[in-house]
């Protein structure tokens, strides 16, 4: 990790701003510092370097540059890099690689930084986008619920200041700035879904749908109220079903009524399943849980009914 700008000022809280060098984070960055001036917030841009792409150092220099010019209009901004080491498992998808390196490393460089929020610049196409992508991979309200404009992570505040607004007006405001952006050519890679259903599907919805960018974030917003409603009534009802050890207690669980024991089997095994927990598995062991014997193959182990419990044994080698 390397800063490539002045030190901080000690004196002036800091806030962070996901810096890819991108049209969107670029106008998020531009505004955030012309608001940090009005504000006394100092501004620290954090570029991940993903060695992905040939033209990754590029970036980093177009970064620099940027940095600078800001900083030379009286802007408190400076940078700070980070290049992830590694490359994605085999059979790893190269963008849940690269996502979990960037949130990891952006949460390093800002906590080293000394900033406690981190701004990103997803925006309401971006949202729009993901509910649609959830709903074609059959997710539930957790999933429709896409992405949270704030929440808490690694000791840090996080925000999505732009999630209720449309691109455009990112687009807007960089002809506003006069900067200039780099653009990632992998985002029209047709190899990645997103990418896919940018350029062939959501302009075509939103010609037909003029409304749908806007329709699709209310949509996320209804799906994470109901994902809240369902989170607080499992956390109920894991109270009276889970044993002293972690397990699912079968008699207390089938006493549920049925939303509430699907409700309840998916956040116990949220709690046991890193990866996440695939629908397939879910419906499966409502179907064929009786209470007695019986085991089902999961990520990193399987579950094991026993004596009318149900508990996740990681050290067997699931096949």
Known sequence: MADT????????????V???????????????????????????????????????????????????????????VRLVVHRLDGTPAVGDSV????????????????????????????????QAETVLLQALRG???????????????????WARPWLQHPRAQLRAAMQASGLAWVDDASNENPRFA??????????AL??????????????????????ALADEVATDDLARCRTADGGLAYRDWRALPPARRANALRAWLAQQLVAGVPVAL??????????????????GGW?????????MLPSLVAK
């Open 139 to 157: 997710a539930g309200p957790a999933g429709l619920a896409a992405m949270p404009m704030r929440w808490e992570a690694d000791g840090l505040s």
């Open 206 to 227: 939103v010609a037909a749908f003029p409304q749908a960018v806007h329709v699709l974030g209310d949509v996320a917003r209804h799906a994470a109220q109901a994902r």
């Open 18 to 76: 996901a810096y890819s060098g991108g049209l969107d984070s670029t106008a998020l960055l531009w505004l955030t510092a012309r608001q940090g001036v009005l504000l006394g917030v100092s501004v620290v841009a954090l570029h991940v370097h993903h060695g992905l792409m040939p033209e990754a150092d590029a970036w980093v220099a177009h970064a620099q540059a940027t940095v600078e010019r800001l900083a030379s209009e009286g802007l408190p």
């Open 5 to 16: 700008a002045t030190p901080r000022p000690a004196e002036r809280p800091c806030v962070a």
């Open 95 to 126: 963008e849940a690689w690269a996502r979990r390196g960037r949130y990891a490393a952006l949460a390093a460089m800002a906590r080293e930084a000394g900033a406690s929020l981190v701004l990103v610049a997803h925006h309401a196409d971006d």
């Open 303 to 311: 579950l094991l009914s026993q004596k009318g419990v149900m508990r």
């Open 194 to 203: 997103r990418s896919r259903l940018r350029q062939n599907v959501m302009p």
């Open 282 to 299: 879910v419906e499966r062991v409502l179907a064929e849980w009786v209470g007695q014997g019986g085991r089902w193959p999961a990520a």
